[in-house]
């Protein structure tokens, strides 16, 4: 099998793969639950999955084109680093203070795990182009917005309005420090697939 077609076979795997994953959270006991659904996009876990499905997608229609121009591989390098970013959290941050049985039972052994590890491969294998670091910094991009968000949504809305700390980065107040960790964290990924 030819790059090409590897490519084309995983990108097409991880986008249906998510749509299917991410479309059960819209349905509970048989029923259309859209606000369930739309709840579930506050998580990074949930946002990153989607973001690189999309890449994904765009990637393999790309390849069977035959004309794959830098933004598809720009776009699928987002992408990778976004799940990657997950991936590394789970790992080192919430599997060892929730347990790693819970962040990998379920559709989050693909969302947390078998996702990732897709599209790292696909991308460092078959996909990746020659980039400057200047470029390879736009992999910070979606960790910096859902970071301004999470914020936002979490520290300084109005106490109603505000979401449950659900990844505890402000536990004892020390959201300065996750926050610098997470860009830190997304700055060596960001580093090691422009290396790679």
């Not at 749509?19 to 639950?33: A, P, S």
């Not at 790309?62 to 390098?77: D, E, G, I, S």
Request: hydrophobic share 55%; proline share 3%; with cysteine.
């Amino acid at each position: 099998m030819d790059a090409r077609t590897a490519s084309i076979i995983v990108n097409g795997a991880i986008f249906l793969a998510t749509f299917v994953l991410l479309t059960l959270n819209f349905r509970k006991e048989g029923q259309w639950q859209p606000r369930r659904g739309l709840k579930a996009f506050r998580y990074f876990t949930v946002l990153s999955n989607a973001f690189c499905a999309v890449t994904a997608l765009v990637m393999a229609i790309a390849q069977l084109a035959n004309r794959v121009a830098m933004p598809a591989v720009l776009l699928k390098y987002m992408g990778t680093v976004s799940v990657s970013v997950t991936l590394l959290t789970v790992m080192l941050f919430l599997g060892p203070t929730q347990g790693y049985g819970e962040m990998l039972r379920g559709k989050n052994l693909y969302l947390h795990l078998l996702g990732p590890l897709l599209a790292i491969v696909s991308y460092c294998l078959w996909e990746k182009r020659a980039m400057s670091f200047g470029m390879a910094l736009t992999g910070l991009i979606p960790v910096l917005v859902y970071s301004a968000v999470y914020l936002n949504r979490v520290i300084m809305a109005l106490e109603e309005r505000r979401w449950d700390d659900f990844y505890g980065f402000n536990r004892g107040g020390r959201w300065p420090v996750a926050l610098a960790m997470m860009l830190a964290g997304t700055l060596v990924v960001c580093v090691v697939l422009w290396l790679a």
